[in-house]
């Protein structure tokens, strides 16, 4: 038996991605992709397997490598395993202007990793290079399980990153 045979959706996946489509047409399940795959993500311990999206695309009636697509595309989605809690730090020219690359360098430093690795107690991935959160007026800022920090200073990352160790 195929391992996607023997996993299936969560009941509370299932209800939230309905809850989902109730915002769209009904025949328009796959606008729902972007919020059905970060619930499978969140209830996977943080990462997609094929299984899982295979699963995602038959809920909402869609191309399995349309699935795949958006979960390859999008920064938010990982498709391996990684540490349970996700931080990203905007690189982009607001943020590098105003301490961004000085931002990054510091939590590498801090937790002994390089962009784009997990600690070794599985406790913090930091994701690879993060082109723009869409935070500019708050720069410098980074996200921290999908929560927007910003105007960040040194001290205020190492709490942040304190809580999270």
Do not use: W
């Amino acid at each position: 038996m195929s391992e996607s045979a023997q996993i299936k959706l969560s009941e509370h996946a299932r209800e939230f991605i309905d809850s989902c489509l109730l915002k769209y047409p009904e025949d328009q399940k796959q606008s729902a992709i972007l919020s059905a795959l970060a619930e499978v993500q969140h209830e996977n311990n943080g990462f997609l397997t094929e299984p899982l999206m295979d699963l995602v695309a038959e809920y909402l009636d869609m191309p399995k490598i349309g699935v795949y697509e958006v979960a390859s595309f999008y920064s938010m989605f990982e498709t391996k395993p990684c540490g349970r809690n996700n931080v990203a730090v905007c690189t982009n020219i607001s943020c590098m202007l105003r301490g961004g690359d000085e931002i990054v360098e510091h939590v590498e430093k801090k937790l002994g990793i390089s962009l784009g690795e997990s600690t070794s107690d599985g406790r913090v991935f930091l994701k690879k290079e993060e082109e723009c959160l869409a935070g500019c007026c708050g720069a410098p800022m980074m996200q921290v399980n999908h929560v927007y920090h910003e105007n960040l200073t040194i001290e205020r990352v190492d709490e942040i990153l304190d809580e999270l160790i």
